[in-house]
């Protein structure tokens, strides 16, 4: 029988999307792109081919309408966080029977299917483990593949990638980081969103 693994796409409510690009960007227009970069993922994740169910857990009730819309599997949270969020996609996904999860933030607009079962076709060789890719700064988490899901707790908003590596270490669980450059790149800040916009265009403006 196939192993089940799942995505989690945790989503802030879209009144604080973006909130660093406030400067530059209405909100409106910040939630327009969170929205633009959430269909980006789901549109990738769908091309996966390992991919089981993808969850995403937000208290937004616009992402929550597209998730029933995209048959997404939704659940409602309260705004406490990242690391609660995912809290309560691990327990849906521990009993359902889920082998593992992959984290994946809402922002990575160069994400691919490809890379995606490739995280997943390595970790194969483990009975349990972490797979992580950093930030391009290397504080942030942009992937974090969990095997069994609940096998390390997570540190988000917290130099997350340095203690995420650090709590595996903590409890001799198998560790595989990657670099890969597709994976690293988030739109948080607004040289983050020129770069982009440089990519896609061509054109600085």
């Known amino acids: 029988m196939m192993k089940k693994i799942a995505a989690v796409i945790p989503m ?3 009144h604080f999307a973006k909130s660093r690009l406030s400067t530059i960007l209405t909100l409106q227009q910040r939630k327009n792109l969170a929205l633009f970069l959430l269909n980006t993922t789901i549109k990738t994740l769908k091309e996966s081919q390992l991919i089981y169910e993808n969850i995403v857990v937000s208290s937004d009730k616009t992402i929550e309408k597209f998730s029933f819309e995209n048959n997404l599997k939704f659940i409602k949270d309260s705004d406490n966080g990242v690391n609660n969020a995912v809290i309560l996609a691990d327990r849906y996904c521990v009993d359902n029977d889920i082998c593992a999860n992959i984290v994946i933030p809402h922002d990575l607009p160069f994400i691919s299917a490809k890379e995606i079962d490739q995280i997943c076709t390595l970790s194969e060789k483990y009975p349990k483990c972490i797979i992580i ?24 908003d917290d130099n997350s990638y340095i203690n995420h590596l650090k709590e595996a270490q903590k409890f001799n669980i198998p560790i595989e980081s990657l670099d890969l450059d597709n994976l690293m790149f988030d739109i948080d800040t607004k040289e983050d969103l020129i770069e982009f916009l440089y990519c896609k265009t061509g054109n600085l403006f």
């Open 12 to 14: 802030k409510n879209l």
């Open 133 to 156: 890719c950093p930030s391009k700064r290397f504080d942030g988490t942009n992937i974090l593949f969990r095997k069994p899901p609940n096998v390390i707790k997570t540190f988000y």
